[in-house]
């Protein structure tokens, strides 16, 4: 995506950094359509919700990896997040499916690998493997990668999204160290 286009939105209480995945069942009609539209290559946009409510003005462009069916027969989809839009002229179409002009918007620069993110890559990479759903979806994990440790932390933290969206920012990275340093690290030695 290179142009601001237009596209479909599912708002879920849903937090994607890039490069994220996440597993989603798909039931209601307008988003059955939804991914029809999707898998022809353009993808959709989560948009965070939060428990007010809320929309984020930000959301993530994700594009569909896997598809399957959960044990009650609903279509699941493994979506992965290819980058951050910023979203405007929302309007809902005859089927009430949610469609916005997406325009792509820088996320966090490359950031080196420190001690602190290597403390949680170590962490990281017990939970991929204590973890089947995560490490179905994350078969080969970038652990190695400062900025995709530190984007899986977050969206697995136990925070509230609207907390969470404040680290939508491309100037975000240092302060999400530092909180996860406060949540990660403070936990460990303590232990």
Not at 14 to 29: A, D, K, Q
Not at 73 to 83: A, E, P, S, T
Request: hydrophobic share 45%; charged share 15%.
């Amino acid at each position: 995506m290179t142009e601001a286009m237009q596209i479909p939105v599912f708002p879920l209480p849903v937090f994607l950094l890039p490069g994220g995945m996440t597993r989603l069942n798909i039931f209601e009609p307008r988003y059955l359509k939804m991914v029809r539209l999707a898998s022809q290559g353009q993808g959709f946009v989560i948009q965070t919700t939060t428990s007010s409510g809320a929309l984020s003005e930000l959301g993530a462009w994700v594009m569909i990896s896997n598809f399957g069916q959960s044990p009650n027969g609903l279509l699941q989809i493994d979506v992965q997040c290819r980058g951050l839009v910023r979203l405007t002229d929302a309007t809902r179409d005859a089927d009430q499916l949610l469609w916005a002009r997406a325009q792509l918007t820088d996320h966090w620069a490359t950031e080196a690998q420190s001690a602190e993110s290597q403390a949680f890559a170590d962490a990281l990479g017990q939970c991929l493997r204590d973890n089947e759903l995560l490490s179905t979806l994350y078969p080969e994990p970038l652990l190695d990668q400062a900025n995709w440790v530190v984007a899986r932390w977050l969206e697995l933290a136990p925070i509230a999204n609207h907390y969470k969206v404040l680290f939508y920012p491309a100037d975000s990275y240092a302060n999400a160290v530092t909180l996860l340093a406060e949540i990660l690290l403070t936990k460990s030695s303590a232990q």
